[in-house]
């Protein structure tokens, strides 16, 4: 069975950094690319980025809004993707998700149950 | 980026009825590899979102056959054929053709 497990979320200030851990477990992590999203509260989705699999590159992408602040990466051995999130600011507060994707499908086949990150003096 | 568009924003429906929702995108969501990336996603209350239909029509695995997409370009369509209690929550459609990922507004599905 497939599961995303996000950590490291809570209350920070603004300017001030943190790292999410989303754990993986059910498949062989590496050969996937690994996503975040987020969801403010009471709002829609959003996409903040991906990292893609070791077998190409392990490069990213990034949405425009956090582009230069926050940082995707990868640990293959321990099945792990983060969030690092620098220079926080308020409109960042959310709930953040990992997803396993895109696929070859460029679909999101499975999801955490999120963390949520709240930017605040 | 594209801009996805969802209508209605709300939709009431009777148990048993059948429900659409419809996603335009502000520009075709053909990829340069032919395929159309473009997904639905459900969000039950206090839920994560779940995938439900991939590149356009294709149901993930376990999700009821009760759902159907459909649509081509820029217009698509998420149909429930019987609406039961459990598919209360929003949808989203999402696309995945152009960098950055971008959605639909949501449609809250709930029962009248």
């Known amino acids: 069975e497939v599961q995303l497990v996000e950590s490291g979320g809570g209350l920070v200030k603004p300017g001030r950094s943190l790292r999410l851990s989303c754990t993986a477990s059910g498949f062989t992590f590496g050969d996937y690319a690994m996503s975040w999203f987020r969801q403010a509260p009471g709002k829609g989705l959003e996409w903040v980025g991906f990292?893609?699999?070791?077998?190409?590159?392990?490069?990213?992408e990034y949405a425009a809004s956090v582009k230069g602040r926050f940082t995707i990466s990868r640990d293959d051995s321990k099945s792990i993707a983060y969030l690092q999130m620098n220079s926080l600011k308020t409109e960042d507060t959310a709930v953040y998700y990992c997803t396993r994707g895109p696929s070859s499908s460029s679909s999101f086949d499975y999801w955490g149950q999120g963390t949520l990150v709240t930017v605040s003096s | 980026d594209i801009v996805m568009t969802q209508t209605p924003l709300s939709s009431p429906v009777t148990l048993g009825q059948p429900a659409s929702i419809s996603c335009r995108s502000s520009q075709s969501l053909v990829h340069s590899d032919g395929n159309t990336y473009l997904s639905w996603l459900q969000q039950r209350p206090g839920q994560p979102p779940r995938l439900l239909i991939y590149?356009?029509?294709n149901r993930f695995s376990g999700v009821p056959d009760r759902f159907s997409g459909s649509g081509a370009g820029t217009d698509f369509t998420l149909k429930i054929s019987r609406v039961e209690a459990e598919d209360v929550g929003v949808y989203y459609c999402m696309q995945a053709t152009q960098f950055r990922y971008t959605f639909g507004q949501g449609t809250k599905l709930e029962i009248k």
């Open positions: 990292i893609r699999s070791k077998a190409y590159g392990g490069t990213t």
């Open positions: 590149k356009i029509s």
